[in-house]
Structures are given as C-alpha cells and as structure tokens.
C-alpha cells in the first residue's frame, strides 16, 4: 500500500489522536506515584480528559462544514504538545489537571478529523485498517519507549513521551485535505451506498454510534487498570512492561486479519471471532495468576480489539459516507473512555474488585458486537465483501 501525502495524514493524525488511548495504563500508575492518589482517583481524572475528548469531536464534527479537516487536525496537535508539555514539566496539582483537560480537547479535535477524513475516502475499510495497524505501531513504540524512560527519567517522562510525540506528527497534519465535510446528504465519490430514507438513517447512525461507546466502554474500562492488576498478583513491572509490548506486537496482525476477513466475508461475519478473542482475554487476564497468564491475556484483548476496530469505524462510513459521523463517532469513543475508567474507579471505591470489572468489559462488548451486526443486517450490507477499487 503506498503511503500518499493524506495516508500519512492520516497516520499522524490517529496516532496523536489515540496517544492517550494507549498510554492509559501508565498515566494512572504516573498520577498515583506522583500526586499520591489513588487508582479510583486516578481514573477520575482521566474521564475527565476524555470527557474533553468527547466535547471536542462533537463540537468539531458539527462544524466540519465551515472549518476544514486540516485547520481542526493542526489547532488540535497544538493544543495537545501544549497540554502534555505543561504535564511533562511537573506543575502543581491544579495546572496538572488543567493539561489533562487541554490535552483531551486537542486529541478529540485530531481524532475526529483522522476518523472523518478516512471516511471520506473510496474505500473506507482499507483506510481505517491502515490506520489501526499506525496504531498497533505505536503502540509497540510506546510500550517500549515509556518503561524505559520511566527507569531512567521518572514518571514524568509519561507525559514527556506523549509531548515528544506530538511534536513529531504535528506537521504531517499539514497533510490532510484542507476540505469541508460535506453537509448531510450530498452524495459523494465513494464505494458506499447512500441511505435514501432519512429518519431509518438517523437510527441506524444512531444504534451504530451506541454500539461503539460500548465497545470503548469495554475496552478502556478494562485496560485502563491492567497494570493494577498485574501489581495485584505480585508481577514486577518489567513483566507488565513485557506483556504489554508483547501484546502490542501481537496485535499490528489485528489489522491486517480484519482486512483479510473483510475482503472475503464481508462487515458482519467477521464480529463473531473478534469477539471471541477479546472475551477471551479480558477473561484470562482477570483470572491471571502469573506473569504468563496476564501475558497471554493482554495479547488476547489487543488483538481483538485491534481486529474489530476497523468494522466499527467502516460501519460509519457505511452509514454516513461525508465523514461526519465518523467524526462524531470519535466523541462516543472518548465518552466511552471517559465512562469506562470512571466507572471502574467508582466500582473500586465502593469496595468492588478488579474481577467486576473484568466482567461488565465482557458484558459490554457483547451487546455493542450484537448492537453493530443488528445496524448492518437491517441496513442489508456488510454480509457479503464488497468489491475493492484499483489503486
């Protein structure tokens, strides 16, 4: 796949956009040693960043027809360098929290324009695999690079690693198209059929944007507290570390068997195996009792979820091919990170274990995998491969 001026965009822009995303399971065990919160606290906190995430790509994704996708990409990665070089440089605990808020505008506003602008492209699901797969890539760079830098430069270097990497993609946002979306129902060059009836449109759009906050919900509010659990059974950090980029590693094939599935057997088909893996894990990792098992469960959920990532967001496309939706879609995504520590934290402090968390993730990603296949199977698409444009 040769990597154009906009894939590169593109690349950029999900990888500053998911930086926290990834980062996550660190920024708490960071918080904990260096303000001395706890870990229900802790993620508090970060819902409140991606509380900002999600006002950010609704507030952006409304005014795609007035601001372009490369002046909201580019004022977000500034916002975003801004927000976790002020986290980076240990400021007291009220600035702290306002970098956490100003770092969670910008990443909604960059996240949202990379979902639009893959969208809007002819053949979505290629554009939203490439983009997954950038970020399985960073994912290994950030689960090599941060356990190193915390060893060496202390838990601030959390934040110095996501201000690094913004201010390295910063200027291929310079690279996305400098367009408007286009206003609701304008049809489009594209390889998606348009909806002709609005109001079923309106809730298919809808079930599938729900369906996609829970898949988030799933994920984050599990992930989020891995590292706790892993400290829980007595695994030394190194192993965390290990199993983390482990599991990254493992997971850039997520992408790439989504691609695959998609091309022989269409949206809908596929779900069921991608769910199957990501149960799986949550499970194994939340009855670990060693190194190995929490390893063998990391891998599981983040193959999973990187291999049913792309279904999701081609679903949007699908659904609404100007982008727009795509990119609100990005504010379900962070309000489903937001939800999903916050209510772990909340279960934690009301005396709950790390096993009920490790049950509600299953719960949740079950019914938003049902949810999605129900939106596609009345839309009547995604059970047969559509076919792929030349490049």
Known sequence: ????????????????????????????????????ISPGEAGLVLSLQMVMMTTASLAISALFSRITLRHAAVAGGVLALVGHGIAAVGPPWPLFLASRLLAGFGEGLVLATANAAAARTAEPHRAFSLITLSMAALGVVLYAAIPWSIDHLGYRAVFGTMAALAAVVLPTLFLLPDEHCAAPGRALATSVPALEDARPALLLQLGAVVAFFGFYLSINGLWGYTERIGAEIKLRVVDISSAYLIASIAGVAGPYLARQ??????????????????????????????????????????????FLLPFFKTAMALLDPSGRLAGAAAGFQAAGTAVGPGAAGLLLIAGGRYIDIVHASVVCVLLAAVLLWVCLAVRGAGLSPRPVPAE
């Open 1 to 36: 796949m040769r990597l154009d001026p906009l894939r590169l965009g593109l690349v950029g822009a999900i990888c500053l956009g998911e930086c926290s995303l990834f980062v996550m399971p660190f920024m708490v065990g960071a918080m904990t040693e260096l303000y001395r």
């Open 261 to 306: 599935a998609e091309q022989r057997w269409g949206l809908r088909r596929p779900l069921a195996p991608g769910v199957l893996v990501m149960v799986s894990g949550n499970l194994t990792i939340g009855y670990a009792t060693s190194s190995l098992g929490f390893t063998v469960g990391a891998v599981l959920i983040m193959l999973g979820y990187l």
